[in-house]
């Protein structure tokens, strides 16, 4: 494309080239509309995206793609999100996970992609919840009504309702939170019900070739339609008149005009644009949650070291915690992902043994060290977050992860702000969210994390859903 848009006008500009800007630009695309995405950074993708270092790829984000369903089942975000964007199931190569658990002290909860396998681990872990988890999952289509989702209820004292067990609510909540809560403590619990229908009674999947092969995917879909993207360089201001964006300035001096603007930047981000707000006018700013990821690159394949879970959700305390840490990073709680142990198609098996290490994490701490101490901080926190999962972990029996260990690497809060402009490094974006995607301009709108739908699924979705309501529908 032309290095120069200055001046050009446009049916919709979309920022941020992540999973739901590139949603919304096929959708719209596919219906003649002139796109363009502006991307702050030199790769798509966003949160779920991917880096190279010393010659492997690293994803970012992608534990596993959720929503997962067997082909053929109909009225899923899987299939309305392949529907919309015209996109063959098979060209996502998807495999689906051998099993999961969540981990507590003296207990354990055991899932794949049948649900009745984790309603029998409930019934014989809980026995005197089991009625009350059953009439909980019966209820479940009921809490689609668009309605709810404008009340802001605790899942706990939700979920009390129907669960006996302290133990077992917290169990639950533990893969719902960290999956997908941008608030501490607790969530609401219209999104812990699209959270526990997403990740229990829908599955995990994950595409042999990881995060790569789906960012292709999109990007020559929104190419062959025609859809435009500015790549490094993001938007510098919305000018707004009459309570609308007139102009979108971009970091290059260029200026371009809209019909609609959708924002994936998140909503005090993309404000801040504006000049409607700041960080220092976010007043739950600092219960933004931030997070850590260790990933171990092993010359071993993880199911021969007994490692055969796809995915451990773990606290090592009875009462599960879900708060900005005070620590650099907080070892009491996390996921532990292994993505070799999916059931890959045709005999795959990934090249090399993978685990990556999740946990909440300290932004303040991390974006306060000088240069040469980070590097120092992050290899002790590294040391800190793979000792404690080998607690989780079935025992080496004698082995050493270090002997085994072919490369490592890590993030934290400090890398997410760096790479995607979250304040805080918060991937779950804002506590409070956008769910029709509304700002207070007329043609100021919100996709992505603030809209409220997480995930690559999610993001996907509020991608297409936004489109569809904010420019297609309109």
Partial sequence: ?????????????????????????????????????VEKHNAPGGLNSFYSLNGRK???????????????????????????????????????????????????????NDFSHFETEVARAFPKSID??????????TMNDPALFK?????????????????????????CMYYGSASPHDLDFCQFAILFRSLFLEGFARPYAGIRPIIRLLLDKYRALGGKRKMKCGVSRLEVDGGRVRRIHLEN?????????????????????????????????????????????LDAEP???????????????????????????????????????????????????????????????WSSLEEAR??????QAYEALTQNALKILPSLKGQSLDDLTKATDMFTPRTVTQFTSHLRGAIYGSLEKAREGRTELQNLYLCGTDQGLLGITGALLSGVTMANAHVLNK
């Avoid at 009350?132 to 289509?141: I, T």
């Avoid at 260029?254 to 994936?264: G, I, P």
């Fill in 1 to 37: 494309m032309d290095r120069s848009l200055d001046g050009k006008h446009f049916d919709a500009v979309i920022i941020g080239a992540g999973m739901s800007g590139l949603a919304a630009g096929i959708r719209l695309a596919h219906f003649g509309k002139e796109v363009l995405i």
């Fill in 58 to 112: 690293f994803d970012v984000g992608l534990h596993a793609l959720t929503n997962y369903v067997p082909p053929g089942v109909k009225g899923t975000a899987l299939g309305k999100i392949l529907k919309q964007l015209r996109i063959r199931r098979e060209e996502l190569d998807l495999s689906e996970q051998v099993g999961s658990r969540i981990s507590f002290p003296g207990e354990s909860l055991f899932f794949d």
């Fill in 132 to 141: 009350g988890f059953r009439r909980f999952v019966a209820e479940l289509p």
């Fill in 151 to 175: 009340r802001m209820d605790s899942a706990r004292a939700a979920l009390a309702g129907y669960i006996a067990d302290d133990a077992l609510i917290e169990m639950i909540l533990c893969p």
């Fill in 253 to 297: 001096g260029d200026c371009v005009t809209a019909e609609t603007v959708l924002s994936s930047a998140g909503l005090v981000e993309t404000m801040r644009l504006v000049g409607k707000a700041g960080e220092q006018d976010d007043p739950r700013c600092h219960e933004r949650l931030g997070f850590a990821e260790t990933m171990t690159i």
């Fill in 303 to 365: 199911s021969d070291l007994g490692w055969k879970d796809t995915i451990i959700f773990f606290s090592t305390e009875e009462r599960f915690h879900y708060e900005p840490s005070r620590e650099p990073v907080d070892v009491r709680s996390g996921v532990i992902c292994i993505p070799n142990n999916y059931r890959y198609s045709d005999g795959k098996r990934l090249e090399e043994g993978w685990l990556r290490i999740t946990s909440l994490a300290n932004y303040d701490y």
């Fill in 374 to 379: 980070y590097y120092e901080e992050k290899v």
